[in-house]
């Protein structure tokens, strides 16, 4: 079994997450933040993490920057959980995306997103190739919010 990709994060993550967190959760969306809360695929307790929601074509999808998380495992335990904005909360479910149709939603996640981002995309930007993103693909999980 191939080893999946997952960048844990750094301290200056770590500090930054729980300000953009703190934000959100008074109601104030940071370039599309929310926080997503997703059951814990074995606790069943509900975990909370801050997200970009990217809205392309008019579809929403979640994009993992930093591979195979814990939030990407419970997603998938769980598929769906709740995107949160201040005392709003939506219900969701998901669909994840096949490697092939993820290229149109990284290229659009990386022109938004790509200053909060790109350095977990190993030099890959919204102007690379399709080849160089189908390259980089399976270890960025994309879901689409249904």
Do not use: C
Request: no cysteine; proline share 4%.
């Amino acid at each position: 079994m191939t080893a999946q990709r997952y960048v844990k994060p750094a301290r200056a993550d770590e500090i930054f997450s729980r300000a953009i967190t703190a934000v959100t959760k008074l109601g104030v969306s940071v370039a599309g933040s929310r926080i997503l809360a997703v059951r814990g695929r074995k606790s069943g307790e509900w975990r909370t993490v801050p997200v970009n929601l990217l809205t392309l074509d008019g579809r929403r999808y979640l994009v993992a920057p930093r591979g195979h998380t814990q939030w990407v495992r419970n997603m998938r335990a769980a598929g769906g959980g709740e995107l949160r904005l201040g005392r709003r909360a939506e219900p969701f479910t998901v669909a994840e995306l096949d490697d092939a149709d993820k290229l149109p939603v990284l290229r659009a996640y990386l022109k938004r997103w790509g200053w909060e981002v790109g350095r977990f995309f190993e030099g890959v930007t919204a102007s690379a190739t399709d080849d160089e993103l189908r390259a980089i693909a399976s270890g960025f999980p994309v879901f689409r919010v249904v």
